[in-house]
């Protein structure tokens, strides 16, 4: 079994690239961003530690988690992302060392998540390709992705690692600007 980090900004392509992956390579894909989703359903743990911290208000009258509202405070706070990141870091990456137990007959799995360093995950991956891309491309994915302003996409952005960081980090750097058939080609050499 070989497992693949796969990070970068929002907006670089981490997700057309797991798309590829899982695709040309048979990868089982364990997307942070989903496992996060799915840990935050009504009654589990991780949201009743995320309403313990932040209070009620940051639920529905469904009892269901205000992800917009979530995210809206976290850009604006360092100490509240924290926090979440902190809460994340602890029922998230248990989830996800959970998943890669479960998976042990696989061949390839990649994690797939944006705060790969920060979470320690990087440290259970034979290689880390990190995917980088144009500030400008970044931003428009961004913004048709989760249909916001170019304002709140660049502010979302601020608060990452920069490119640069993950340069210096990853095994491998893909750049994305946008040409599938260019990153077929960078996925079969660095496998």
Known sequence: MKIIGV????????????????????AHI?????????????GTIYLNSIVEYFGIDILDSM???K??????????????????????????VKEIKQNINDLQDKELIVIDAPLLYESNLD????????VIAKEEDKIDRICK???ISIEIAKKRLNIQLKDDYIKDKADYIIVNNG???ELEKDIKKIL
């Not at 364990?30 to 009504?42: M, N, P, S």
């Not at 917009?68 to 998230?92: H, M, P, Q, S």
């Open 63 to 65: 009892g269901e988690l």
């Open 67 to 92: 992800r917009k509202e979530l995210a809206n405070i976290i850009y604006e706070n360092d100490e509240k992302r924290k926090a979440l990141n902190n809460l994340t870091f602890t029922y998230v």
């Open 7 to 26: 990070t970068g900004s929002s907006g670089a392509g981490k997700t057309t690239i797991c798309a590829i992956l899982e695709k040309e390579y048979l």
């Open 145 to 147: 992705r989760d249909n």
């Open 179 to 181: 040409n599938l058939e």
């Open 123 to 130: 440290k259970i991956c034979d290689i880390v390709i990190g």
């Open 30 to 42: 364990i997307d942070a961003d989903e496992v996060a989703k799915r840990l935050t359903k009504k």
